[in-house]
């Protein structure tokens, strides 16, 4: 890789990457390319770690018409990742060895490296605990039921307790059921006016502060997935405060766009949690500079076009996100990169347990798990030319600056001038 | 009041004339409001007739596209259309392919492939009509979207309160002017109390919405409205008083302990009917729940204009076709009433 900017957790600095056997080998200016060496131009580029996704839906076992594992892992390297994370609510949920071995065998040969979240309940119904020895056995490091909080104070309890002694993570998609029940948008000003039912804010901080405290009570590790609101912002930042091992993630669409989108009744702008108020999305933003956010995560949500073309209230939930997430940040944040990487890669890998072969440094020995990119190309978002399978970005038509070039995946280039290899 | 839904038109209150679509009544205006109501003044007399109809829309097609089952609103409309002697055509989603499994898109791709002219549509979804506006190429009339608008109920209401105060609706805007009305009941799930607030508050009235808060809207923000939970106290001042139906099942959502509590508090009750001005208007869009927003001896009130509501259901939503549909040169209502 010659002629970019090498930037991972340890700084900046101009030099030339030499990759080998699936491992970085030299790390300086001015590497002489031998005969027979591929060159890969990051000139203008900055080389970085593989993004690391600790939240995408890849729809299967069970909604191939939605996504793949394969279409997903190929959106999700064009989007500079060389790591996601699955979510368990496939159907089959994974909720058991059995199909957390299947979806990391169709992970196996794809375009990133595939991991897998496992359900904290059975069926994720919320109301048994789902084999979390059996799945962390197989390297689950994450445990979620995603698209469901686990309502079940009790359960949650004793799922910390039992998760502490395996070295895992829960993850909480915070939202109390009943608070939440018959909304489809953000409870506020633009719900009231276009006559929709909302969700409040409180159900997603009634549920935060309940696992915080039970964080307290168990010191089980837990990760809060998709914040959306100021309170929780400010009660991760609470919880860190005092010590507790807590970790949150922002999606990009929390990040930048708000409920008024919602007033085109497009459902493409429906997503749970909902895109809320603009003071929400401020509060986020601040999260991300003063850290009280850990990870930037894209809730990667495919559905096919017909789901997204019924009536709001109807249509489910979701966005893509794996193949713009990094190029609308840069595009709509003011944030340095080093900030951003480490938002996407470093930050994101350490908590899904992932760090041993990506956003680790940048020199001779590890893993050669990076993407380069250039922060200088302006696209179009086109959502019939985007890997996934589906087309749902709330992002289509918009003119996006800064573009990932090559994605390496163990040292294979997976993406090459935009264009998947696999 | 910022407007939820819009997009469709080129600009805030085009003039009735220049309209693609009726999706809300923000579509509209004050000035677009007046030019409907003046509109449907000529067609009042045309319902009079003895053969009440005009050759205005020959050659069109209208659609009712019914989600949700509303035998009035879409008699209303029917009858509005065959009037102006246009095609009418109802296609209703209970007998229809929607059972199948066709999507809305489908749907209305399909409606829209067979050459027609407009798509009344009614559905219990809010934005629905917004929707369908953007996969076709016909005008779309919001018959009435979930919570959220139902700007014909508006127009209509809007006319009687001007034929009941001025005896024409050529004064709209003298009738309305410092106007005090009260919308009482259920604002948070009612369509009827959104169009009407942008509808009374563009033609410069004073609404007060009273209502206990579980049935109010979760932000009031930007409406042009004050707030009461104090039915007692805003009854003596209000000059037309407008009763909300009271879904039954509100009880059952923890909304309101009980529809005995609600009536109350909140009904228009023979006691309380004694503090009504001598010439106040109570209005309700129907159905009524006698007995429990209104009791039966007040919804016959000489000052109960609830029936003429309906009559001037066809007129208004003649207006409404008739300018969405008309060539703008023949917009001069004179000239397409005689026509």
Not at chain 1, 392 to 404: E, S, Y
Request: aromatic share 4%.
């Amino acid at each position: 890789m010659r002629g970019g900017t090498v930037v991972d957790a340890g700084g900046s600095r101009r030099a030339d990457v030499g990759l080998s056997q699936g491992d970085v080998v030299a790390v300086q200016a001015g590497l002489d390319a031998g005969p027979g060496v591929t060159v890969l131009d990051a000139g203008g580029c900055v080389v970085a770690p593989g993004l690391v996704d600790l939240h995408a839906h890849l729809r299967q076992p069970g909604m191939e018409e939605a996504e793949t594992v394969e279409s997903g892992a190929r959106a999700a390297a064009l989007g500079g990742y060389t790591a996601v994370v699955a979510m368990p609510n496939t159907d089959p949920p994974i909720d058991g060895a059995a199909v957390v071995r299947e979806v990391l065998g169709l992970g196996a040969k794809s375009a990133c490296d595939v991991r897998v979240a496992g359900a904290i309940t059975v069926g994720r119904k919320g109301e048994q605990l789902a084999p979390l020895a059996e799945m962390a056995a197989l390297g689950v490091r994450l445990f979620t039921d995603d698209g469901h909080g686990v309502q079940d104070g009790r359960l949650m309890r004793r799922a910390m307790e039992y998760g502490s002694a395996l070295g895992v993570v829960l993850a909480q998609h915070c939202e109390d059921a009943s608070l939440a029940s018959g909304g489809h948008m953000h409870e506020g000003e633009w719900s009231s006016l276009l006559g929709i039912g909302g969700v409040p804010a409180e159900a997603e901080e009634l549920m935060l502060a309940r696992d915080v405290a039970l964080c307290r009570l168990t010191g089980c590790p837990v990760h809060f997935l998709h914040l959306s609101t100021a309170g929780s912002a400010a009660l991760v930042a609470a919880a860190k405060g005092q010590g507790l091992p807590v970790t949150a993630e922002v999606t990009p669409h929390h990040l930048t766009l708000t409920d008024a989108a919602v007033a085109s009744y497009d459902p493409v702008y429906k997503v749970n949690p909902p895109l809320r108020a603009q003071a929400d999305v401020d509060a986020l933003r601040r999260g991300l500079s003063d850290g009280t956010i850990d990870a930037v995560a894209t809730d990667h949500a495919p559905h096919p076009q017909e789901a997204k073309e019924a009536p709001f209230d109807e249509a489910p939930p979701g966005m893509l996100g794996l193949e713009t997430a990094l190029a609308v940040l840069l595009t709509d944040l003011d944030l340095p990169v080093e900030r951003l990487l480490a938002l996407m890669s470093w930050q994101p890998a350490r908590i899904a347990g992932v760090s041993g072969a990506h956003g680790g440094p940048i020199v001779p020995g590890r893993p050669a798990n990076l993407c380069v990119i250039d922060p200088a190309a302006s696209w179009v978002v086109e959502p019939g030319r985007l890997a996934s399978r589906s087309r749902n970005t709330p992002f289509a038509g918009r003119r996006l600056t800064g573009r990932v070039r090559h994605t390496v995946l163990f040292g294979e280039p997976v993406v090459v001038d935009g264009q998947a290899q696999r | 009041m910022a407007r939820g839904g819009q997009g469709t038109q080129a600009g805030e209150g085009a003039a009735a004339g220049s309209l693609r679509h009726l999706l809300s009544v923000a579509d509209l205006g004050a000035d677009g409001i007046a030019e409907m109501l003046r509109v449907t003044d000529s067609f009042v007399e045309v319902s009079e007739r003895a053969i009440p109809r005009v050759p205005a829309l020959r050659g069109k097609t209208v659609v009712s596209l019914f989600f949700e089952d509303s035998t009035r609103t879409r008699l209303s409309f029917e009858t509005a259309a065959k009037r102006l002697s246009a095609d009418t055509m109802t296609f209703s989603a209970s007998t229809s392919s929607v059972k199948k499994g066709e999507s809305l898109r489908d749907t209305v791709e399909t409606i829209t492939a067979m050459g027609i002219d407009a798509i009344v549509v009614r559905h219990g979804s809010a934005g629905v009509p917004w929707q369908v506006a953007r996969w076709t190429d016909a005008a779309v009339i919001n018959a009435g979207d979930g919570w959220h608008e139902h700007p014909t109920q508006a127009l209509l209401d809007c006319y009687t309160i001007g034929q009941a105060r001025a005896g024409a609706a050529s004064d709209v805007e003298k009738v309305f002017a410092g106007l005090r009305v009260a919308i009482v009941g259920d604002v948070a799930h009612s369509r009827v109390a959104r169009s009407n607030v942008l509808a009374f508050a563009a033609l410069g009235a004073e609404v007060t919405l009273v209502a206990p808060p579980t049935l109010l809207p979760p932000s009031l923000a930007g409406w042009p409205v004050t707030v009461s939970h104090d039915l007692d106290a805003v009854l003596p001042g209000a000059e037309v008083v407008y009763l909300l139906r009271i879904q039954r099942e509100r009880a059952s959502e923890a909304l309101l302990p009980s529809l005995r509590e609600y009536t109350a508090g909140y009904g228009l009750t023979r006691d309380r009917s004694r503090l009504l001005r001598p010439d106040a208007l109570v209005m309700h869009p129907g159905p009524m729940n006698r007995g429990v927003e209104i009791a039966a001896e007040v919804a016959d009130l000489p000052c109960s204009v609830v029936t003429r509501q309906v009559a001037n259901g066809v007129a208004v939503r003649m207006a409404v076709l008739f300018l969405l549909l008309s060539h703008p040169a023949q917009l001069e209502p004179g000239v397409a009433v005689d026509g």
